[in-house]
């Protein structure tokens, strides 16, 4: 994969994750500091299970981290 088409498939994933419901901006209301909903979000972004089990337990996989690799 080229550079150019890394980057426009990691711009493609955040502008879906940002025109998207999210936990304290969009239609789901009551999911911050949930586990399980977080792993979820996470999943839904690109993480693999693999990657959720290299973090600490807790940690936020947001987008605010700059993965590479989601």
Do not use: F, H, W
Not at 6 to 33: E, L
Not at 55 to 68: A, E, F, H, R
Request: hydrophobic share 25%.
């Amino acid at each position: 994969m080229s550079d150019k088409n890394i980057k426009k498939a990691v711009r493609d994933n955040y502008a879906k994750v940002a025109t998207g419901g999210s936990c304290c901006s969009g239609p789901i209301t009551n999911c911050c500091g949930q586990e399980d909903l977080a792993k979820e979000i996470s999943s839904s972004i690109g993480y693999t299970r693999e990657d959720m089990d290299k973090v600490p337990k807790g940690s936020n996989l947001g987008l605010g981290c700059g993965n590479p690799i989601a």
